[in-house]
């Protein structure tokens, strides 16, 4: 006879679906008391007002404009009656110090206490992706999260990194090691936060616009390429169609692509970022997230092409554009091909399963491959690295 109290068991498999809404803005002049948007941002909560909030701004945003958290605060109290005032400002450090280490997560963690952040609070962030990647990972923490309102005042940021539902830090010598997905409760973008970037920093944003040129649009890219020495001298009307258009391509994928919590193997947004990411972490941070997209896109085009599936020219298009908007075409630890593949395995168990690296056929026309022909890819990077010589 068999035990029931052994051989009971039961199974409860409840299949549910949540809906989420990126609420994504382009604007000028966020703090002017005229501009609607960054009220309008909490028309669906009529309770917003009644709540608290805090701003937390990037040191290198808040050295370029001083005037800007004391602007924000007053916008806020301007529009009392429809948003939240932040009570306290809080200035972190900027770039990717900001995310090695739990030290920015810390100073937000606390004053997210200090202030008395409840769930239906918000967090104010205005800066560069690297702030925006740490506070939004502390308010994903903090309550299990709370608000997240993010003003992003980089190319990056604005064209790419804060339309994202996800945050983190860098641990153990990886990028992105400690985070988690978490959609923000709006995105406002200031073109004119854009003006006193400095220009390689401006330059270095439009790699990730080329990337998802590159993957989904060839009709964007031959725009990128009209305008990319415009760009590169910082010429913001020349600029502010390609951010929007690679702001709008991120955001669809994410939230029509099927996935937007990464939960299947596919990563085709990660075009490039294998290597970049490697090479971002192997120079100690030295070369920023834009620069090593750059020369990671470099690599897996080049590799593409030594496949046969993405030809010369279109290589050598690839190659112009990218070095018409002033971006890197290589570094010296790229000699350092063993350390860089080194890349390939981390980055798998990053996605979790097996290997899945997007690769192209064309301009427009990414494709999934789940293995690498590593004498290829040595070759691919040792390529790209001989562009210093050259
Ligand atoms: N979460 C995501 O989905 C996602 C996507 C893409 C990139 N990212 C992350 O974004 C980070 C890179 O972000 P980034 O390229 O914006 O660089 P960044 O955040 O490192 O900022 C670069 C520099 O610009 C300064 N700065 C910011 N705004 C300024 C302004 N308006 N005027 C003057 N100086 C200003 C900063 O203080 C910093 O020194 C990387 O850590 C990357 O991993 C995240
Ligand atoms: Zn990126």
């Not at 997230?289 to 897996?300: M, P, S, Y």
């Not at 690296?357 to 790209?384: K, P």
């Amino acid at each position: 006879m068999p035990d029931s109290t052994t051989s009971h068991s039961t199974s409860l498999d409840q299949r549910f679906t949540l809906p989420f809404v990126h609420r994504v803005r382009f604007t000028h002049h966020v703090a002017a008391l005229t501009n609607p948007t960054l009220a309008d941002v909490f028309r669906d909560d009529a309770s917003a007002a009644s709540r608290r909030a805090v701003l937390v701004i990037d040191m290198g945003l808040h050295h370029a404009r001083p005037a800007l958290a004391q602007e924000i605060v007053r916008y806020a109290q301007a529009h009392a009656a429809q948003m939240p005032v932040p009570s306290e400002v809080l200035v972190v450090h900027g770039g990717e110090r900001a995310k090695c280490g739990m030290q920015t997560v810390d100073e937000v963690l606390a004053l997210i206490e200090r202030a008395k952040i409840c769930r239906k609070s918000t967090v104010f962030v205005a800066g560069g992706g690297a702030v925006i990647d740490a506070v939004g990972f502390a308010a994903a923490v903090a309550h299990r999260g709370v608000r997240l309102v993010r003003i992003p005042s980089t190319t990056l940021a604005q064209d790419d990194g804060a339309m994202g539902v996800k945050n983190g830090i860098n641990a153990f010598g990886k990028k992105n090691f400690t985070g988690s997905f978490a959609v923000p409760w709006a995105v406002v973008c200031d073109a004119e936060l854009l003006r006193t970037l400095p220009v390689a920093v401006f330059r270095a944003g439009f790699s990730e616009a080329v990337k998802i040129a590159l993957l989904k649009d060839p009709t964007f890219f031959d725009n990128i390429a009209a305008r990319a020495s415009r760009i590169a001298a910082h010429d913001l009307d020349a600029a502010q169609p390609v951010i929007e258009r690679s702001a709008a391509l991120h955001l669809e994928h994410i939230a029509q692509g099927g996935d937007p919590f990464e939960l299947h193997e596919a990563r085709p947004l990660d075009f490039g970022h294998w290597a970049a990411h490697r090479l971002e972490a192997l120079s100690a941070y030295a070369v920023s997230h834009g620069h090593a997209v750059a020369l990671g896109l470099l690599i897996d085009c080049r590799y593409s092409m030594l496949k046969g599936w993405l030809s010369p020219q279109d290589f050598e298009r690839i190659q112009a554009v990218l070095a018409a908007l002033h971006l890197p075409q290589s570094h010296p630890l790229l000699a350092e091909e063993a350390a860089i593949l080194e890349g390939l395995e981390q980055f798998r168990e990053h996605l979790g399963g097996t290997l899945t690296v997007t690769m192209l056929r064309g301009i427009g026309v990414g494709h999934e491959v789940h293995e690498i022909d590593t004498d290829l890819m040595r070759q691919a990077i040792s390529m790209t690295a001989a562009c210093a010589i050259a």
